[in-house]
């Protein structure tokens, strides 16, 4: 006679190696966040190197600028005292914004050098599932960038900008979020190329618009109406706003010079820094699910 085993068996084994798969997933997860921070923490030359174009950026708009609109009487003016605002004031919050841009745009670049050079083959072959490496390689890429924005504000009381602490604890998850975003925008880039030349390419011709649209250096009123159909689809410009915010609100300025200047709106209305928030997050989890796929697909 014949007996038939139980179905209960199967299952509970198959619950089991569940658990484990789900257990080392997440180890995967965070063994390529932490070697990623480790190899930016460890590469001082990169650190260091990678100030120097936002603070070019910061010297040359923000003193410059400044200098050139005080003297002509217009702009921004003011002396950068308690109630008005400066052009160093208003830029230094997209300056800061353009590190975390970079940075979490580049730091994508490792996944197709990984590629390269077989790493990322030996993890996409491990019993883990794919999403590990997307999500890790984000997470990874956000750390960098936010430490690198955390990096910038050391430099505001020598141009000027005086920080409260309560702004920099406010500033802090403001550009993660930020980081996050554009990080999980590069993994989605990074997820489907092959080659160093090709992921530079596609950057370097995403990145500039991306900065330059985002209402970093201008403000986003009275702009051309294609202009201003453009500055609302980028989704740095909903990042920049949160922390000019944040840093004109810790340096003094009135809350209404603030809006006027800092504010985006849509259809007619103003955009509330918590729904910016959430629609960064909401971007960068959208990237993120295009990363996973990216690395689900079959190479």
């Not at 930016?40 to 923000?62: E, N």
């Not at 490496?133 to 924005?149: E, I, N, Y």
């Amino acid at each position: 006679m014949i007996v038939a085993e139980p179905e209960a068996a199967p299952t509970a084994a198959s619950g089991v190696v569940g658990v484990g798969t789900r257990s080392a997933t997440l180890r995967a997860v965070y063994m390529i966040w932490y070697r990623d921070v480790l190899k930016y923490w460890r590469d001082r030359v990169r650190l260091i190197a990678s100030l120097a174009q936002p603070l070019l950026f910061l010297l040359v708009f923000g003193l410059g600028l400044s200098s050139s609109l005080r003297g002509a009487g217009g702009g921004f003016g003011g002396t950068g005292g308690s109630g008005s605002l400066n052009y160093v004031q208003f830029v230094f919050p997209g300056v800061v914004a353009m590190a975390v841009l970079f940075t979490a745009i580049f730091s994508a670049m490792s996944i197709v050098w990984d590629r390269e050079f077989g790493f990322l083959k030996e993890i996409l072959v491990a019993p883990v599932d794919r999403s590990a490496v997307a999500v890790g390689k984000a997470l990874g890429g956000a750390t960098q960038a936010m430490l690198q924005g955390c990096v910038m504000l050391v430099f505001a009381p020598l141009v000027g900008v005086h920080l409260t602490l309560l702004s920099v604890v406010e500033l802090v998850p403001l550009l993660f979020v930020l980081a996050f975003a554009l990080s999980s925008l590069g993994v989605a880039v990074a997820s489907r190329m092959r080659s160093m030349q090709g992921f530079q390419v596609v950057m370097n011709f995403m990145l500039l618009p991306i900065f330059f649209l985002s209402g970093a250096l201008f403000p986003l009123s009275g702009l051309p109406g294609w202009m201003t159909v453009l500055t609302r689809l980028d989704p740095v410009a909903y990042g920049v706003a949160p922390l000019r915010h944040a840093v004109l609100g810790g340096a003094g300025v009135p809350a209404a010079v603030a809006a006027r200047v800092g504010d985006v709106s849509l259809f007619g209305r103003t955009v509330p820094t918590p729904l910016e928030v959430v629609m960064l997050l909401l971007f960068g989890v959208a990237a993120l699910a295009v990363a996973i796929r990216g690395f689900r697909i079959p190479d």
